[in-house]
């Protein structure tokens, strides 16, 4: 099984890239948004130390963290946003290596597939097989914020300043996939790396 993240600015497409590799090939998916969500949640592996860090009081009625409180407590407190980073980043990076185990012990699955935002920052270059880099141009990228959810300049601009520069992205991904154009080209792009790994 081959291990391989998926990373890009905002914009830049991953979702409908990570739609077509799961129809197009014996693969898993996994969102790191969404494993941060499974680990926060009330008995995930985060939530013990979380809840100590942050109180009780960002609960919800369920007894789950409510993510506008926690943001409230988060917002403007540099010392707590470290401590909870601290927290979720490393219980994400623990599901995520367990669950690639399980993979690898079934044989089921010729891929898998790790979705971020901050694939590289949290240097999960260590342990993928290698990293893809989902490439728009601003402009692109902006038109896309704009129009399917309706972000205004401000922030996007603000987004997209808090991201790794091309540059950066390009350094430590072994592909790139132009997602500018067509979503036929995009997709032309990955079968014929998927044909080439074979």
Known sequence: MRSIGITGGVG???SSIMN??????SCEILLADEVAHLVRARGGRAFPALVEVLGTEVLDDQGEIDRGKMAEKIFGDAAILARVNGIIHPAVREYILDRMAQLEKEGQADYFFLEAALLIEEKYDEILDEIWYIYASEDVRRERLRTSRQYSDEKIDAIMKSQLPEEEFRRHCAFEIDNSGSMEETFRQIHEKLEDME
């Open 12 to 14: 830049c497409g991953k």
């Open 20 to 25: 077509y590799l799961k129809e197009n090939c």
